[in-house]
């Protein structure tokens, strides 16, 4: 994974045009860029390819579902481009393996959800979370994705899955810090809104880089 800038950019913009302006304006800023279903869905699938062709691609489709399924979404979304793609725990071994073989074979990344950032996920994943964490890292992912809206879950996550990744989304409009959340141990921060929604991109993503160093 690189961790040169430690910051990934949520690209949830509804528009090719403004994704690509984005991606073009904030590529030295940021290590990779992070595409999920509301531009995937709104631009197609093409995006991802065209996007790659800037920065590296992280495709977020959080996925979810039985292996052979999980198989053929991680082949078609690497194959569009992707560097390394996101999947949720879950589901379970079989079907987060199938999603780290795919990676394998196409030479990519895989991250692993095991507890999200929002206040909803305390109710189910956040009991579950330190069995998904350790589940994850069994399976052999390249990391795991924990919430900088609770740096202590960090924490624990980091004691479970040593030296794999961790990414980090939660911070600004989510509430959590930046620096806490790498005190606590996060490799990279993924930020959104913050960036994206601001008059300023380049910086507003600037601000975040120095708190970040
Ligand atoms: O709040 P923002 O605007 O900074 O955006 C945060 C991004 O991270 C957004 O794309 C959201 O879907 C994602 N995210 C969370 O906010 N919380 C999570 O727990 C998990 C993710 C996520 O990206 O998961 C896969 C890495």
Do not use: W
């Amino acid at each position: 994974m690189i961790l040169n800038s430690r910051l990934i950019l949520a690209l949830d913009v509804l528009s090719r045009d403004r994704a690509l302006h984005l991606a073009t304006a904030l590529k030295d800023r940021v290590d990779y860029v992070k595409v999920g279903y509301p531009l995937i869905l709104a631009a197609g699938l093409d995006i991802v390819g065209e996007i790659a062709r800037i920065a590296p691609v992280i495709a977020d489709l959080k996925i979810a579902d039985i292996p052979n399924t999980n198989t053929l979404i991680c082949e078609e979304v690497l194959d569009s481009g992707a560097a390394g793609i996101i999947a949720h725990a879950f589901v379970g071994r079989d079907s987060l393996s199938a999603c780290v073989e795919a990676a394998r074979e196409a030479g990519g990344l895989v991250f692993a959800v095991t507890e999200m950032s929002h206040p909803g996920a305390e109710e189910l994943m956040g009991p579950a979370a330190e069995r998904l964490a350790r589940m994850a890292a069994d399976c052999g992912v390249d990391g795991v994705v924990a919430p900088a809206t609770r740096p202590e879950r960090i924490s624990l996550v980091r004691s479970i899955v040593g030296e794999r990744a961790i990414i980090s989304p939660g911070v600004g409009v989510q509430g959590g810090s930046p620096s806490a959340a790498l005190k606590a141990g996060a490799d990279s921060l993924i930020v959104g809104r913050s960036i994206t929604e601001s008059p300023n991109p380049a910086a507003s993503a600037d601000a975040i880089l120095r708190e970040i160093r």
